[in-house]
Nanobody
Framework: QVQLVESGGGLVQAGGSLRLSCAASGRTFSSYGMGWFRQAPRKDREFVAATAWNGAVLKYADSVKGRFTISRGNARNTVYLGMNGLKPEDTAVYYC???????????WGQGTQVTVSS
């Protein structure tokens, strides 16, 4: 089992920035890496960004490329999502996940709300 705890969500105006954090514990070695997904109201959960544990492989959804940055912290099991140039359509619950090599989620965090006002 892998436990994931997110933090850093909140309310921000369009064009603003936020940074989300995720701390993982447990059998993290069983996963390929960590990633972020999001789910807006009345929409399916979608992939946002992910990184392999060694940081050598990064992947982003087209909708966030150039605005969001995923990075690993100094602590091995910590990952961040830096979000710049936020848009109202980025409003969603953001979930941290332990991911497979196909970038699918093996374990989920509880989610953190990000709201971008226009």
């Amino acid at each position: 089992q892998v436990q994931l705890v997110e933090s850093g969500g909140g309310l921000v105006q369009a064009g603003g920035s936020l940074r989300l954090s995720c701390a993982a514990s447990g059998r993290t070695f069983s996963s390929y890496g960590m990633g972020w997904f999001r789910q807006a109201p009345r929409k399916d959960r979608e992939f946002v960004a992910a990184t392999a544990w060694n940081g050598a492989v990064l992947k982003y959804a087209d909708s966030v490329k150039g605005r969001f940055t995923i990075s690993r912290g100094n602590a091995r099991n910590t990952v961040y999502l830096g979000m710049n140039g936020l848009k109202p359509e980025d409003t969603a619950v953001y979930y941290c996940a332990a991911v497979s090599s196909r970038w699918t989620a093996d374990y989920w965090g509880q989610g953190t709300q990000v709201t971008v006002s226009s």
